[in-house]
């Protein structure tokens, strides 16, 4: 579900995007005077669009407005949409089907007491999300300020992820690991 609003946002940007390049474009090449002779040296008013404007102005200024308002709750919406955290799973199936599933609050906890039983581990925060069928984990892990990062990672990688997958028979299983640095010192024993 996210992967979708993730693709529509970047298509919806990209044509945003296009839009304000034709627009800066044609505005540069009007300046040089690629339009006509004398269009580089008319005043911004001075122009049919304008003029047009200002012959319908009881109608078109409130049709604008209204379109305006519309694009603007469109676009609170769409920011809501893209800043709302995924939908928290409750139950994960693990063959597939909802006969045999596993409570997300069991799995992240084993998840986080065996990342916090690390070396060099602060804190850990798991959250599961997605449909019971295809879930995935977001991983945040606060680690000391003396820990060896790429050895911590590699080991929540291949020990604490990999137990999560063949726990949920999804070895493919999708994984965000955010790695953050506390700032007061500590240790945990292995």
Same mark, same amino acid.
Request: hydrophobic share 35%; aromatic share 4%; net charge positive.
């Given at each position: 579900?996210?992967?979708h609003a993730d693709r529509t946002s970047r298509i919806v940007l990209a044509v945003i995007g296009? &839009? /304000? &390049?034709?627009?800066?474009?044609?505005? &540069? =090449?009007? !300046?040089t005077g690629a339009f006509a002779s004398?269009?580089?040296?008319? @005043? /911004? /008013? =001075? %122009?049919?669009?304008a003029t047009w404007i200002g012959g319908h102005s009881a109608w078109f200024w409130p049709l604008a407005t209204a379109l305006l308002v519309v694009l603007a709750l469109l676009s609170v919406r769409w920011l809501a949409a893209v800043l709302s955290?995924?939908?928290t799973t409750r139950d994960i199936s693990i063959d597939g089907s909802a006969r045999t599933t596993l409570g997300s609050n069991a799995l992240r906890e084993a998840l986080t007491t065996e990342i916090e039983g690390?070396?060099?581990v602060d804190a850990a925060r798991v959250r599961v999300h997605g449909d019971p069928q295809s879930p995935r984990l977001g991983v945040r892990v606060t680690l @000391?300020?003396? =820990? %060896?990062?790429?050895?911590?990672?590699?080991r929540i990688e291949q020990e604490a992820l990999a137990h999560a997958r063949e726990s949920l028979d999804a070895p493919t299983m999708p994984v965000t690991l955010d790695l953050a640095v506390? @700032?007061? !010192?500590?240790?945990?024993v292995e």
């Open positions: 579900m996210h992967g296009g &839009i /304000l &390049i034709v627009i800066g474009g044609a505005g &540069i =090449a009007a !300046t004398g269009f580089a040296h008319r @005043t /911004l /008013l =001075a %122009n049919p669009g955290p995924p939908p690390y070396r060099g @000391t300020d003396d =820990a %060896n990062v790429a050895r911590v990672r590699d506390s @700032t007061h !010192t500590g240790r945990r």
